[in-house]
């Protein structure tokens, strides 16, 4: 008879197991599939302007990399 509760108990653990991974599994599958189609790189709507902050007619590679370094861009 405790044999028979064992593998009862143990069938339950693992259906609540099977049943929690796929519940965690279909839900990041749901996330994924809302950011994918999430257009982040589109033009932006309105009145927005490109901002640089580094004149491109007098900035180097050098000073490109130091900005980089400094502001972590």
Known sequence: MSWIKMIVRTLKVF???TGCTLLFYY???WVNQEYED???YD???GTAVKV???NQEDSNW???LLLFYLDGE
Do not use: A, T, W
Request: charged fraction near 20%; charge should be positive; proline fraction near 6%.
């Open 15 to 17: 259906i609540l197991f």
């Open 27 to 29: 839900g990041i599958m």
């Open 38 to 40: 999430y257009h982040r």
């Open 43 to 45: 033009e932006p709507k």
């Open 52 to 54: 640089n902050s580094v």
């Open 62 to 64: 050098f000073n490109r």
